[in-house]
């Protein structure tokens, strides 16, 4: 069964410091990997796209990894702010498939 | 327009009544999801529109929703006989066919049945 599962659930940490939240998946094969910042209230905004031949992947103080050997993808955040506090979603992308495989995101609260 | 957008924001039903939540997606997309969010939990397929082609209504969770879209236009989801356990926000997103078109989001309708 295609699943994909995040850690932690949630996370809280101060405002300044770095933080990597974590994406296990089974799906196999698949097209490719996204990370998506969810703002309480607000519809997802995608963070990074990474293809199943990509292992990095940056925008800003984002950072996507992949492996596609151990099925596994992180996201780390540097010098964190306030308003990087939302919901951090990794999705899947089958191979020849339109369908997408949700985590169910980690909450991130970044404190003052 | 200049991305997806949803009307209503929010609506507030009594149970039993019908809703029609409307998408308005970005140009020249050809692709179309609807999905669900319950409070806290995470995004719930229900339906997957591209072009003209005959849609996915595999994640519909009963025959009291359902949903249009003619071409490459605006699509609506209608829940006939709300329940409570309809209350949910419900998100539209579109992206051009294909390879890993980014998907954009509406800011979604927030749905409260009383």
């Known amino acids: 069964k295609n699943q994909v599962e995040q850690s932690p659930q949630s996370l809280i940490i101060l405002e300044g410091k770095n933080c990597t939240l974590q994406?296990?998946?089974?799906?196999?094969?698949?097209?490719?990997l996204r990370w998506y910042k969810q703002d309480t209230g607000r519809g997802p905004v995608s963070l990074t796209i990474m293809t199943f031949s990509e292992n990095t992947k940056s925008n800003g103080r984002y950072t996507a990894t992949l492996d596609a050997d151990t099925k596994q993808s992180s996201l780390h955040i540097t010098a964190s702010q306030l308003s990087d506090s939302a919901s951090y979603i990794c999705v899947v992308t089958p191979h020849s498939n339109y369908q997408l495989i949700w985590g169910a995101g980690t909450k991130l609260i970044i404190k003052p | 327009g200049a991305g997806v957008s949803q009307s209503p924001s929010n609506k507030v039903t009594e149970k039993g009544k019908d809703v029609e939540l409307r998408c308005d997606p970005i140009s020249g997309h050809t692709a179309l999801y609807w999905y669900r969010q319950r409070l806290g939990q995470g995004l719930e397929f229900l339906i997957y529109f591209q072009g003209n082609s005959a849609p996915d209504k595999s994640g519909l969770p009963s025959d009291r929703f359902s949903a249009e879209r003619t071409g490459e236009s605006v699509s609506t989801l209608t829940i006939q006989r709300t329940q409570q356990e309809d209350s949910a926000v419900y998100l539209c997103a579109s992206r051009q066919e294909g390879g890993v078109g980014e998907l954009f989001f509406g800011e979604g309708s927030r749905l409260t049945v009383l």
């Open positions: 994406c296990n998946y089974t799906v196999s094969p698949f097209s490719n």
